[in-house]
């Protein structure tokens, strides 16, 4: 029969194995431990349990990836007659390759037992005389993130076993805490005589002596942060709307605030122009503001909160994404066809012309011109040459000059918005933004005409008394010198 039996060895001292655990090493046949750098192992010997180490696996593998990976398949290799596979402390805390075994033994229909012993977390709450009901969280120094760090929670760093490892660990936590946040190393926790427990600022955490395999990190709760993170926005959103809140905020709904989002956009678009990035941090704090206001106004209405907001985009980007995400490969002359026909799936759309109503009017005017050409482009509604276009251009333009010499208003506006869109159609084929291009030459009009009045003042002039002629000269100037 194919079975994996799972044992915890304790924390380090032989006391704080379990009975079940020690039995099961005891009498098995085939006792694999992943490591034999734990205190335990030496009494095992002693008492003559027999076992292999897989520490070879941590010597020839590239990444802590692969080891645990090989480590386990290599323990699902041996389950046809029983196998003992024992991991320090309590194999359902901290234990990579507990998970991983679980899974390929349940995807292969081998009988799996897990024997728990004392955690190593357990023993450093007793240490620490800290009560794990405040809560806290238990991440590894080999893999976690300082975006998985809480403020208000006491946190545990495992696998410290390196002044290497301290060193990266150091530069994380000091991505969120303050660099003489108080933190403690402990170090052998749970062994009687080999315990410690050393308090030092963070900024000096790699200048410890002690490292090794059982070597970990507490920083106390309610420890002091450099920065807010979104979850304080989420809360000082939720407490302006409160009844204790902002009156002004309160009172705000999703359509009274709508423009808001949109002014913030063009403020963030104005400083990535200039390249202000103090101006970015800001403007993409207020558009950030708005999603969390528009979220917080869903919560209230039982509708949306922000954990949903994001899920949406979050799937969307993965389901959007076959060639990063899933199988299939990436092919650049057809993604955005292949883009445009996932998104017609997604909006349940049978038609072109469903997309096309799809784009925003708010948008302005030449960017919702060329989104609807290059939708349709998509489908094989376009020009095949550029001169096609130019001929386009030109058409419509004498179709204004015409409108014109008629004196019909309407007709010239229709026209024009056809010279408009054909202009669109040119800047698309010529692969250049018309709402770049044309921000551009409204800028470049503003800074010559500051010229024209910078120099008629030198001259002694109001430029609301010269002629077109003198102000014709000074522009010819402003070319010259300004580009």
């Known amino acids: 029969m194919s079975k994996i039996t799972i044992v915890g060895l304790g924390p380090g001292d032989i006391d704080l194995i379990s009975k079940g655990a020690l039995d099961a090493l005891k009498n098995s046949k085939h006792a694999v431990l992943r490591t034999k750098e734990h205190p335990v192992v030496e009494r095992l010997i002693r008492e003559g349990v027999e076992f292999d180490s897989l520490d070879r696996y941590y010597e020839t593998e590239c990444s802590f990836e692969e080891v645990y990976k090989g480590i386990a398949e290599h323990i699902v290799s041996m389950a046809q007659g029983g196998v003992v596979y024992a991991v320090p402390g309590h194999p359902r805390v901290a234990e990579n390759t507990v998970s991983l075994i679980e899974k390929l033994a349940c995807e292969k229909g081998i009988e799996l037992e897990i024997i728990p012993s004392m955690s190593f977390v357990d023993a450093m709450f007793n240490s620490l005389g800290f009560d794990p009901s405040d809560g806290f969280v238990l991440l590894d120094a080999l893999s976690f993130k300082s975006r998985e760090l809480s403020s208000d929670k006491a946190v545990i760093i495992t696998q410290v076993y390196s002044k290497l490892v301290a060193s990266d660990t150091k530069l994380k936590l000091m991505e969120h805490y303050d660099d003489d946040q108080g933190i403690y190393v402990v170090g052998h926790a749970g062994i009687k005589d080999s315990e410690s427990i050393v308090g030092m600022p963070l900024c000096e955490l790699d200048h ?48 009274s605030i709508k423009k808001c989002l949109i002014e913030e956009a063009y403020e963030l678009a104005d400083a990535i122009e200039n390249d202000d990035v103090e101006g970015m941090i800001e403007e993409l704090g207020d558009v950030l503001l708005q999603v969390v206001f528009h979220s917080q106004i869903g919560k209230e209405e039982g509708m949306f909160n922000l954990d949903e907001v994001a899920d949406s985009i979050c799937n969307k980007l993965i389901y959007r994404h076959p060639h990063v995400f899933g199988e299939d490969k990436y092919e650049e002359s057809t993604f955005m066809k292949k883009w445009e026909d996932m998104k017609k799936a997604e909006k349940g759309e049978e038609t072109v012309a469903e997309g096309l109503e799809r784009i925003p009017r708010h948008l302005p005017a030449l960017i919702r011109a060329h989104k609807v050409q290059t939708k349709a482009a998509y489908v094989g509604f376009d020009w095949e040459e550029i001169e096609d276009v130019y001929k386009k251009v030109r058409e419509e333009y004498k179709e204004v000059v015409d409108a014109h010499a008629a004196g019909d208003i309407q007709y010239i506006q229709e026209e024009l918005g056809d010279l408009l869109f054909s202009i669109v159609n040119l800047a698309r084929f010529l692969k250049v933004d018309p709402e770049e291009s044309l921000n551009g030459t409204t800028e470049k009009f503003i800074r010559r005409f500051k010229f024209i009045e910078i120099e008629a003042a030198k001259m002694g002039k109001n430029i609301q008394e010269m002629t077109l002629e003198e102000m014709d000269i000074l522009w010819e100037a402003a070319k010259k010198v300004l580009g």
């Open 208 to 255: 410890y002596k002690g490292f090794d395999h059982l070597t970990s990190v507490y920083v106390p709760g309610g420890a002091s942060r450099k920065f807010k993170g979104v979850s304080d926005l989420e809360d000082i959103m939720e407490k302006l709307r409160s009844k204790d809140g902002c009156p002004w905020d309160i009172k705000q709904t999703h359509k």
